[in-house]
């Protein structure tokens, strides 16, 4: 299975993660993470492949983010509420997301990826 990136073009993380698959000629599709969101379906499967809390997918330093109080709200929240949340608005996501057949990289960290890809 080609791996899937999801990202945001404007993001200077996500333009560094890209740049290092192409620089390490890993296959891949990107996916636009605010035109074409992530389903709560998608975004439950990735977790569990993951092995990351469910708040790791969270774009903690995102406008959106802080402009809806999640700091404080999604404690209280049930998993179920805050995939329903993650699916409704891509820039909640954190990104970029590396999505294989039995992983997903959340974040780019060249060390993790580079481990978690085998490169």
């Given at each position: 299975m080609e791996l899937l990136m999801l990202w945001y073009p404007?993001?200077?993380t996500c333009q560094k993660a890209k740049k290092w698959l192409d620089e390490h000629n890993v296959p891949?599709?990107?996916r636009h993470i605010a035109e074409d969101n992530p389903s709560s379906?998608?975004?439950g499967q990735?977790?569990?492949k993951s092995g990351l809390p469910?708040?790791?997918?969270?774009?903690?330093s995102g406008l959106v983010y802080k402009e809806l109080e999640l700091k404080t709200k999604l404690p209280a929240m049930a998993l179920e509420e805050q995939l329903?949340?993650?699916a409704s608005n891509g820039m909640l996501v954190k990104?970029?997301?590396l999505v294989g057949?039995?992983?997903a990289l959340v974040g780019f960290k060249e060390k993790e990826w580079a481990e978690g890809l085998g490169v």
């Amino acid at each position: 299975m080609e791996l899937l990136m999801l990202w945001y073009p404007k993001c200077s993380t996500c333009q560094k993660a890209k740049k290092w698959l192409d620089e390490h000629n890993v296959p891949y599709t990107l996916r636009h993470i605010a035109e074409d969101n992530p389903s709560s379906q998608e975004l439950g499967q990735w977790q569990e492949k993951s092995g990351l809390p469910l708040k790791k997918f969270f774009n903690t330093s995102g406008l959106v983010y802080k402009e809806l109080e999640l700091k404080t709200k999604l404690p209280a929240m049930a998993l179920e509420e805050q995939l329903a949340l993650l699916a409704s608005n891509g820039m909640l996501v954190k990104r970029p997301i590396l999505v294989g057949e039995s992983k997903a990289l959340v974040g780019f960290k060249e060390k993790e990826w580079a481990e978690g890809l085998g490169v």
